[in-house]
């Protein structure tokens, strides 16, 4: 008897160790996020991307690690991440463009220990949506936005 509990013991520690461990829950995706204006927003960070980039600077980390910190030391319900592109391309890529920078954002501050049902993303794809001076292109389209929601 005591032969069959130390095999079935080991059968069972031999195949959980093939189970991979359970994924961290999704990051949902909204069209717009709660308190899109300044009202309940507690604090706002800014991240910004090289042209057709979705990888986070070294010089931005600074600046994630500082809204992680914030994050985890206070009350905030919601964190909106919202991702934005600038003119350069088709519509259709700058919203993919600025989903995958929100997404970045957003797993980067789940991996410094922020919990991801606090986080919101939001793709707005071209910063500003037409222009009416023309092709206007700036760095500062380039970003993703974190706002802590009360």
Do not use: H
Request: net charge positive; hydrophobic share 45%; aromatic share 6%.
């Amino acid at each position: 008897m005591k032969a069959i509990m130390i095999a079935t013991t080991a059968v069972i520690l031999i195949a959980a160790s093939f189970v991979s461990p359970m994924p961290a829950a999704a990051i949902e995706e909204v069209k717009v996020c709660p308190g899109s204006g300044n009202s309940g927003v507690s604090g706002s960070w800014f991240v910004n991307f090289d042209t057709g980039k979705a990888t986070i600077r070294s010089e931005d980390r600074k600046e994630l690690n500082e809204a992680a910190k914030q994050a985890k030391g206070r009350y905030v319900q919601v964190i909106c991440v919202i991702g934005r592109a600038d003119k350069r391309g088709s519509p259709a890529a700058n919203e993919a463009l600025s989903r995958k920078r929100a997404r970045a954002v957003a797993e980067y501050l789940v991996s410094r220990g922020v919990k991801s049902n606090t986080l919101l993303i939001s793709a707005r794809g071209e910063a500003f949506g037409e222009n009416i001076f023309g092709s206007i292109v700036s760095a500062e389209d380039r970003r993703v936005e974190v706002k802590f929601i009360k």
